[in-house]
C-alpha cells in the first residue's frame, strides 16, 4: 500500500514557540492532503484540507493564522503550530489521497504526538 | 463536523469469536473506508468500498458497501489478540477534495 511519513513522531516544546510537522507520501504523489487533530479516546477531527499549490481549506473553528499550512510540492505539506499553547497538546495526524482509476482512498501518516509545556 | 454513527462503541469478545460492526449515515457516500488504529499510531486502511452492493474480503476481513450508499459493515472472522485496537469507518463526501466523515470508531479487546 501507499506510504505516508510524518515527522517528527513526537516533539516537545515551550509554551509560545513554533512547532513545525512534515508530512511526506513516499511512493505517491498526492494533490491533495488533509490534516487532522485527535484527542484521547476519540475520532479523528479535520483541521484542513491542503491542495498543492494552493491556499489551505480550513474547517470550522480552526484558526488558521494559528495552524499553517503549505503545500510545497505533490509530496510534502507541512503544518506549523504557531505560539503553541498548552492546549494545542494533541495528536496531529496527516493523509493523503491516492488515486488510481477506480481508487480513490487516503492513506495516514503515522502521527505527531505534540506537548505544548 | 458531522460523523457517521458507528456501533457497537466497544466489543470485548475471546479468541476466535467473530466480530461485527456497522456505520450508518443520514447522508450518501461515493466510497466507504474502514479503518484500523493501534495506540499512538496513525489509521492503518483496512478495506475501500467504491461500489454500491460491493462485497470485499482482505483476508479475515470482510466489508460491504450498503445498496442504500448510507451503510457499510465489517466483520472480522476468528478473531485473534492483534487483532485489538479501535476500528473507524469513513464515508467519501462527495464533490469534497476527497475529504472523509469518520466514525466514533469501535474499539475492540480480544481476550485469549
Known amino acids: 500500500g501507499a506510504v505516508v511519513s510524518q515527522h517528527p513522531s513526537r516533539v516537545i516544546c515551550k509554551s509560545g514557540t513554533s512547532v513545525k510537522i512534515e508530512c511526506r507520501s513516499l511512493?505517491?504523489?498526492?494533490?491533495?492532503m488533509f490534516w487532522y487533530r485527535q484527542f484521547p479516546k476519540q475520532s479523528l477531527m479535520l483541521m484542513a484540507t491542503s491542495n498543492e499549490g494552493s491556499k489551505a481549506t480550513y474547517e470550522q473553528g480552526v484558526e488558521k493564522d494559528k495552524f499553517l499550512i503549505n503545500h510545497a510540492s505533490l509530496t510534502l505539506s507541512t503544518l506549523t503550530v504557531t505560539s503553541a499553547h498548552p492546549e494545542d497538546s494533541s495528536f496531529y495526524i496527516c493523509?493523503?489521497?491516492?488515486?488510481?482509476?477506480?481508487?480513490?482512498?487516503?492513506?495516514f501518516g503515522p502521527g505527531t504526538r505534540l506537548t505544548v509545556l | 463536523g458531522q460523523q457517521l454513527n458507528q456501533s457497537p462503541q466497544s466489543m470485548f469478545i475471546q479468541e476466535g469469536e467473530d466480530v461485527s460492526m456497522n456505520c450508518t449515515s443520514s447522508s450518501i457516500f461515493n466510497t466507504w473506508l474502514w479503518y484500523k488504529q493501534d495506540p499512538g499510531e496513525g489509521p492503518v486502511l483496512l478495506i475501500a468500498l467504491y461500489k454500491a452492493g460491493e462485497l470485499t474480503s482482505n483476508g479475515r476481513l470482510t466489508a460491504q458497501f450498503g445498496i442504500t450508499r448510507k451503510d457499510s459493515f465489517l466483520n472480522i472472522s476468528a478473531s485473534i489478540p492483534s487483532d485489538v485496537g479501535i476500528y473507524f469507518c469513513?464515508?467519501?463526501?462527495?464533490?469534497?477534495?476527497?475529504?472523509?466523515?469518520f466514525g466514533a470508531g469501535t474499539q475492540v479487546v480480544v481476550t485469549p
Open positions: 511512493d505517491f504523489q498526492a494533490t491533495t
Open positions: 493523509s493523503a489521497r491516492g488515486s488510481a482509476p477506480g481508487a480513490d482512498t487516503q492513506y
Open positions: 469513513a464515508g467519501r463526501v462527495p464533490d469534497s477534495w476527497g475529504k472523509l466523515q
